[in-house]
């Protein structure tokens, strides 16, 4: 197999017609590489959650990887909001937590595409579009 580059340039993979051993030895490693980094993006992913206030403290809201509220926490400054307004600040605080958690599923989902920026930019639209029609 080919050495790295001193440059930083990654190395070609070798020729399955020129050199079919070294060349399963690279794909085997790629494979693994790709194995622990999906792993880990899975961990992170499924141990992820974020959290959101409102302004005035009123309202804590906590959204699981995917949008799932886990945690709605009124204190008792919500209790002099008419219901129309305590919905909407629930609504408006969940709607932040659930961009933020969608942020940090894109982050780990990016740092295991790696280098792809057309397969990132793709997934950031992906989610987007999910969270413009929920």
């Known amino acids: 197999m080919t ?33 622990e980094r999906a792993q880990k993006a899975q961990t992170t992913m499924g141990e992820m959650s974020a959290q959101a206030q409102s302004e005035e403290g009123e309202v804590l809201v906590t959204v699981a990887n995917g949008g799932v509220m886990t945690r709605l926490e009124l204190t008792p400054g919500a209790r002099h909001l008419s219901p129309q307004s305590l919905a909407a600040l629930i609504m408006d605080t969940y709607g932040r937590a659930a961009a933020e958690a969608s942020e940090r599923s894109v982050a780990a989902v990016a740092e295991l595409l790696g280098d792809d920026p057309v397969a990132v930019a793709a997934l950031k639209r992906s989610v987007q579009r999910g969270m413009e029609g929920a």
């Open 3 to 35: 050495p790295p580059d001193p440059n930083g340039t990654k190395p070609e993979t070798p020729s399955i017609f020129s050199d079919p051993q070294a060349y399963m030895q690279s794909f085997e490693d790629r494979m693994k590489k790709l194995t």
